[in-house]
């Protein structure tokens, strides 16, 4: 019996560290957060979603923060640019990746820092072709203030 107690709490604590987060047919994979130093109020969180019958990402939350929202960052006359947008559209079965110099959900007047290691929880709220909005929770890491991407293979989140 101890054995069989053994392998179920292995079973659960591997299946808390799923390669994917998955809801309906969206699946988030990568997702991180950039670390802050103190007095630093924003941040990104960056992720690759794919939804297989297509889906719109409509809004985002996090209790590390008091304002999310999701940012586009593009060139406009040779300046780089960052703006809110209200929705960003995941074409179904393409990946849509959310990362450093583009799409990027925003983190705004944190909470507290945030240092490389921690776990930040955020919900993405991702409307499907019924015009149903369903949220999608996901534990973003923590890495280190300079990150630019996920390091080659790494573990997806």
């Known amino acids: 019996m101890k054995g069989l107690r053994t392998w179920l709490a292995m079973a ?6 799923a390669t ?5 047919d969206v699946e988030v ?7 802050t ?12 979603i794919v939804s297989q019958s297509g889906a719109t990402l409509v809004g985002a939350a996090s209790p590390a923060a008091a304002i999310t929202e999701i940012h586009e960052m593009k060139m406009e006359g040779g300046v780089m640019k960052m703006r809110s947008i209200p929705r960003l559209p995941l074409p179904a079965g393409k990946p849509v990746q959310l990362g450093p110099g583009g ?17 930040v929880a955020l919900t993405l709220q991702v409307e499907g072709q019924d015009k149903k909005t369903e949220a999608v929770e996901v534990r ?4 280190d203030l ?8 790494e573990h997806k989140y």
């Open 29 to 35: 994979k990568n997702a991180w957060v950039r670390g």
């Open 12 to 17: 659960i604590l591997l299946c808390g560290s």
């Open 103 to 119: 799409y990027h959900v925003m983190l705004i007047k944190l909470k507290q820092p945030l240092q490389k290691g921690d776990s």
């Open 37 to 48: 130093v103190p007095g630093q109020q924003a941040t990104g969180a960056f992720m690759e």
């Open 146 to 153: 300079a990150a630019v991407a996920a390091p080659s293979g």
């Open 20 to 24: 994917a987060v998955f809801a309906a």
């Open 140 to 143: 973003a890491e923590v890495r």
